[in-house]
């Protein structure tokens, strides 16, 4: 079935230093969203990209949809404490309408 | 608005034991969704609820697991006998319009910590 890789599972970073999430797919995307759990929290949207090539921004967070489709990223410029928790990619399911998920980075800000 | 809210925040029962999971979607919402997610892997869906009726249950992992949405409002998880593989965070998650499709992101509850001894 259609599954999603997300990578790094975890990622260190010293504050101020940058993040960044991939997510990988074996078959072309329609769309991905993207998801932030805090820490004891529940996931929270962020952003969909629908589009082939295409970049929003918020903020420091950026994010990209490959041309092929097939894969997506999220960096964050300049990491800070309230960025710590776990990103989650969600890209669309064609076969049933669903959301897939990837296992998750999660960011660590080294004390 | 009120946002999406589960009952109760944990569980630790027993093998064999019966628990039922309860999740109030935001007011409006037609979709409801159930997911799982076991310590430190991915969120799997279970199912997806439009008003009262099921619209996809191939999430749910077996017959000992059965939600129901009565009157297309709040909805429950009940899962009897529990198994320990069922241990996990189980979230609950609404949208007005069809996730993804009508770009409408999906809004989650805080979640039930399910551990099963």
């Known amino acids: 079935g259609q599954q999603v890789m997300q990578i790094p599972q975890y990622q260190h970073v010293q504050e101020g230093e940058d993040f960044t999430t991939y997510c990988n797919s074996s078959t072309t995307l329609s769309n991905i969203q993207w998801y932030k759990q805090r820490p004891g929290g529940h996931p929270v949207f962020l952003i969909q990209l629908v589009k082939s090539g295409e970049v929003k921004k918020q903020k420091r967070l950026t994010f990209q949809f490959g041309e092929a489709k097939k894969n997506s990223s999220l960096h964050i410029t300049a990491t800070q404490t309230t960025d710590v928790g776990t990103y989650f990619c969600a890209p669309f399911m064609d076969s049933n309408y669903q959301l897939i998920w990837g296992a998750g980075t999660k960011l660590i800000i080294k004390p | 608005e009120a946002g999406v809210t589960q009952f109760p925040s944990h569980s630790v029962i027993e093998k064999g034991q019966t628990v039922t999971l309860r999740c109030d979607p935001i007011?409006?919402?037609?979709?409801l969704y159930w997911y799982r997610r076991v310590m430190g892997k991915e969120i799997k869906f279970l199912l997806h609820f439009v008003k009262e009726s099921k619209q996809d249950e191939s999430g749910m992992p077996n017959n000992r697991f059965l939600a129901e949405r009565t009157g297309g409002t709040y909805s429950t998880l009940k899962v009897q006998p529990a198994e320990l593989e069922d241990s996990g965070v189980y979230f609950c998650a609404s949208s007005q319009g069809r996730a993804v499709l009508y770009n409408s992101p999906l809004h989650f509850g805080n979640g039930t910590r399910l551990t099963v001894t």
């Open positions: 007011s409006g919402h037609d979709n």
